[in-house]
């Protein structure tokens, strides 16, 4: 048998494909001391070991079966499979509006390498229109590819070219923008657009998927869809995020880019709305309005595009005896802006004192969020609080630490001065700082109650 039926395999996992006779992309079944497995052999990273077998068994997913626990195998078919996603012309309708999709890097519509065993993008209109062809019913797509980078290398540099290109779109009469990211500090950049791009007249949709489109459970293909929608058809024009609302494939939510954040490893409804409810929820072919204070999609091209930000900011979370020399390094390092992130309703300990007093002596700004997630910066209530705040430290109200970090860096960008950062910080441009959360604002309940449990077996038998 030639070498390459036996693709990616080297060492004693080739070995033991040789002794069975069994090919690469060939359907087998597999007896182990752990019981028999069928489905299909897979080739190898290149990059992986050579003491397991991959084998896609009939759900979708993906095993490794380690040889040593190998008692005999048998071929029982051959198809070699073609991870392609089809490309095909993407259809035009002048009744669909016009929706520009920026990618950053995130895998919204993919298919597997299994040479590296990496998920490589696919991108162009052809290639999302072979992925999910319902795309065509919603909208008339166009693509251009920004960045191609995992979420965690995004920064300012990224926020300001996206800025000024969903700028330049709006300009150009786009109907719709959205933006496929990663997940993981997908809500740093809706912070940063909310800031840098103001009043928009169209909706700006980000989106992502929790699971590649390679498995199952992909989340990929229904979130873009629903992003569509929400861009195209929506009349909610600001800065969004579209995920998976419950675990189900019911609908999503659209979520406010300001009050938004991920709150689950893996959970594809990991994006909640804190301390505020979403604006709406999101299906295929409708919008359901949840909160009906937003801004209105217009029919004018005007936009405020705002595309600052300093690096010269950190965020500073506070542990138990935390020790100065931390701050003071942030200080002297010459960062003119500091989100710490404390405890309680905004607490930091007395050690710290000395460099607070130094921030306010060097005009570096001082902000304090919450480490609670939820709830109100109140530093008038304890006697810390009250020493923090004479020493210079500012309450951020209840602005979520991320977007009190976004926001000071775009500030920043502006300006230097205490006073004016102050001014700007603590001036609300779109719900980060709001006047109350609402009752079912705050919805974190603990399973093993009965009341609880009641109610979840609603849901999940």
């Known amino acids: 048998m030639a070498e390459d039926i036996f693709q990616g395999y080297r060492g004693k996992a080739l070995e033991i494909l040789k002794q069975y006779n069994v090919r690469v992309w060939s359907q087998a079944e597999i007896q182990t001391t752990r019981g028999k ?101 919603v909208c008339n797509l166009t693509t251009e590819k920004l960045f191609a980078v ?51 007249p169209v909706p700006i949709i980000l989106v992502g998927s929790q699971r590649s489109s390679d498995r199952p459970s992909s989340d990929a293909a229904l979130n873009l869809i629903h992003a569509a929608y929400a861009a195209g058809h929506g009349d909610i024009a600001e800065t969004l995020v579209c995920m998976f609302g419950p675990t189900s494939d019911e609908y999503g939510f659209l979520h406010r880019g300001t009050r938004v954040r991920k709150m689950h490893s893996s959970y594809r409804s990991t994006f909640r709305t804190i301390g505020d409810t979403p604006v709406a929820t999101v299906r295929r072919d409708r919008i359901t309005h949840i909160k009906e204070d937003y801004n209105h999609r217009r029919i004018d091209r005007k936009v405020k595009i705002l595309p600052f930000f300093s690096e010269k900011v950190t965020m500073l979370f506070y542990y138990p005896h935390m ?19 404390g405890t309680g309703l905004g607490h930091v300990n007395k050690e710290l004192y000395p460099a607070i ?29 009250r020493d923090i705040m004479a020493k210079g430290v500012i309450p951020a109200a209840n602005m979520l630490p991320e977007v009190a970090f976004i926001k000071l860096g775009w500030a920043l960008g502006q300006t230097e001065d205490p006073q004016e950062l102050k001014k700007i910080m603590l001036t609300p441009i779109n719900d980060e700082i709001t006047m109350r959360e609402p009752y079912n604002g705050y919805l974190v309940y603990q399973g093993g109650v009965p009341e609880v449990e009641g109610f979840v077996k609603k849901f999940r038998k």
């Open 357 to 385: 007093e130094l921030a306010a002596e060097k005009n570096v700004s001082v902000f304090m969020t919450l480490q609670t997630i939820w709830g109100y910066v109140h530093m008038f209530v304890y006697d810390t609080g």
């Open 150 to 200: 995992f979420s965690e290398n995004m920064g300012p540099d990224q926020y300001i070219t996206l800025a000024k290109a969903i700028g330049k779109e709006i300009r150009n009469g786009i109907d719709g923008i959205i933006i496929g990211h990663g997940t993981d500090t997908l809500h740093h950049t809706a912070a940063a657009l909310s800031f840098m791009v103001q009043d928009s």
């Open 37 to 137: 497995f069928t489905g299909t052999i897979l080739p190898r990273s290149e990059n992986d070991d050579d003491i397991h077998l991959v084998l896609k068994i009939p759900t979708g997913y993906n095993v490794g079966i380690d040889i040593f626990t190998i008692t005999g195998m048998k071929e029982t078919g051959y198809h070699k499979a073609v991870y392609k996603i089809p490309e095909k012309d993407f259809p035009y309708s002048e009744h669909l509006p016009n929706v520009k999709l920026f990618g950053t890097g995130g895998t919204i519509a993919s298919r597997l390498d299994y040479r590296t065993g990496a998920v490589i993008p696919a991108f162009s209109p052809g290639e999302l229109y072979g992925a999910v062809p319902e795309l065509a019913d």
């Open 323 to 341: 020790k100065p020399d931390i701050l003071i390094n942030m200080i002297e390092m010459g960062y003119k802006g500091i989100i710490i992130v």
